[in-house]
């Protein structure tokens, strides 16, 4: 579900544009950077919080 919200929210971005994106629990850490990688996206940051949440930023291809 995570990536469907990340997805809607990149389909109404322009190219180029950079989103973040905090992910909580360790399925959407491990799923979420590999399917934007695999649609094109660069990951352009990965960064594990304080709190136990990770902060994902992508730029949109």
Known sequence: ???VRTRLALD???S???LRVR???AEPRANV???ATEQGHAV???DDQADG???LV???N
């Open 58 to 60: 992508i730029r949109k």
């Open 53 to 55: 949440s990770t902060l």
């Open 16 to 18: 180029g544009q950079l």
């Open 23 to 25: 992910l909580k629990g």
């Open 33 to 35: 950077p590999k399917t």
């Open 12 to 14: 109404r971005m322009a």
């Open 44 to 46: 352009l940051a990965c």
């Open 1 to 3: 579900m995570t990536f």
